[in-house]
T-cell receptor, first 114, second 111 residues
């Protein structure tokens, strides 16, 4: 089973709203990732969690706040977003970050900021 | 044929033909590579991977070739089907670093 699930599938929010994206995997993976993908572009890495600790933050604005409550769950809290933040947000997981490992992606959350 | 323009490069093939999607990677130290398939509105789906100690790896209807000399990766799809229509990304990884994704190629299967 290589399934990563994400909710919600679609999200529309105003610039003053607070919302959260959720990601879950039950493969026993200890590394989880958030990516942002704009139309016709490859995914761009935002955050990496390794063993539930934030290990990489790719200079992402503070209006995006990640959280890893346990080894299976990853959240992305959103606050005061801008219209240019509209994109597909992808979660991925891999066994670890210790060695090169395959990353498996979820279906994504399509976010629209009005 | 293949076209590269202002938008995503597109490869158009006839149903039943073989497809070859190419990727030039940037880091000669990269030691692990993945091909992903992304259908419209979905997340990238893992297709096949290869490590730098191999030149070729085969899966079901897919083959990945790695030429480290010229830093080139290719994905061959045999007997291309309409369900193969998607955007294909290559991703390279160097131990301890993040994956770097290629720009993607759109495969369009013609009836």
């Amino acid at each position: 089973d290589t399934e990563v699930t994400q909710t919600p599938k679609h999200l529309v929010m105003g610039m003053t709203n607070k919302k959260s994206l959720k990601c879950e995997q039950h493969m026993g993976h200890r590394a989880m990732y958030w990516y942002k993908q704009k139309a016709k572009k490859p995914p761009e890495l935002m955050f990496v969690y390794s063993y539930e600790k934030l290990s990489i933050n790719e200079s992402v604005p503070s209006r995006f706040s990640p959280e890893c409550p346990n080894s299976s769950l990853l959240n992305l809290h959103l606050h005061a977003l801008q219209p240019e933040d509209s994109a597909l947000y992808l979660c991925a997981s891999s066994r670890s970050t210790d060695t090169s490992q395959a990353q498996y992606f979820g279906p994504g959350t399509r976010l629209t900021v009005l | 044929g293949e076209s590269v323009g202002l938008h995503l490069p597109t490869l158009s093939v006839q149903e039943g033909d073989n497809s070859i999607i190419n990727c030039a990677y940037s880091n000669s130290a990269s030691d692990y590579f993945i091909w992903y398939k992304q259908e419209s509105g979905k997340g990238p789906q893992f297709i096949i991977d290869i490590r730098s100690n191999m030149d070729k790896r085969q899966g079901q209807r897919v083959t990945v070739l790695l030429n480290k000399t010229v830093k080139h990766l290719s994905l061959q799809i045999a007997a291309t089907q309409p369900g193969d229509s998607a955007v294909y990304f290559c991703a390279e990884n160097t131990y301890g670093q993040n994956f770097v994704f290629g720009p993607g190629t759109r495969l369009s299967v013609l009836p």
